[in-house]
């Protein structure tokens, strides 16, 4: 019997849930997703975990408000 959990690169889980690796972290953070250390340097999140988050709450802002981290000059700054 195959036990094995396919575990994603955060870079992978941000690319499914259509955001930022910053994301990953803060929804992790908020108890969304979990985390799971590979060694010292990599960090894995469960893809059921990913699923189930798109699943069961899709009702969850995974985006930032617009303009929330603009550095950009209003357009009528002169």
């Known amino acids: 019997m195959n036990n094995r959990t ?3 690169t955060l870079k992978e889980a941000a690319r499914q849930l259509a955001v930022c690796r910053t994301t990953v972290y803060r929804l992790a953070w ?3 997703l979990r ?3 590979i ?3 990599s960090t894995r999140v ?3 975990d990913i ?3 798109l699943t069961n709450a899709p009702e969850i802002n995974l985006r930032a408000p ?6 950009a000059a209003p357009a009528d700054a002169a």
Request: without cysteine; positive net charge; charged residues 30%.
């Open 51 to 53: 699923e189930a988050l």
């Open 46 to 48: 469960r893809a059921a």
């Open 30 to 32: 908020a108890g969304k």
């Open 66 to 71: 617009s303009g929330a981290h603009s550095d």
């Open 6 to 8: 396919e575990l994603v």
């Open 35 to 37: 985390l799971f250390r």
């Open 39 to 41: 060694g010292a340097r």
